[in-house]
Nanobody
């Protein structure tokens, strides 16, 4: 089992730069990667970034919609993954979720809302 807890969301002005955190606990040693998704009402959950979790080198990937503006990173000592969000736009308003996989099961955090005001 894996538990994920997100934090760092809130109301942000357009152009703002909040940082989301995802603290993982449980069977951390078996995780290969972690990811961030976002979802707006009436739409499917959208993958936005992922990062390797147990490799010496960070392997990160981004969706085109956030590439160049968002940065995913990790702190192995804290079992935490971060999402630095820069140059936010109103279209970035969404609930953001942390995700990982373990033995064919997906795990999700409770989500944290980011609302960007124009």
């Amino acid at each position: 089992q894996v538990q994920l807890v997100e934090s760092g969301g809130g109301l942000v002005q357009s152009g703002g730069s909040p940082r989301l955190s995802c603290a993982a606990s449980g069977r951390i040693a078996s995780l290969n990667a972690m990811a961030w998704y976002r979802q707006t009402p009436g739409k499917e959950r959208e993958w936005i970034a992922s990062i390797s979790f147990r490799t010496t080198t960070n392997y990160a990937n981004y969706a085109d919609s956030v590439k160049g503006r968002f940065t995913i990173s990790r702190d192995g000592t804290k079992n935490t993954v971060y999402l630095q969000m820069n140059s936010l736009k109103p279209d970035d308003t969404a609930a953001h979720y942390c995700n990982t996989w373990l033995e064919h099961s997906a795990y999700w955090g409770q989500g944290t809302q980011v609302t960007v005001s124009s």
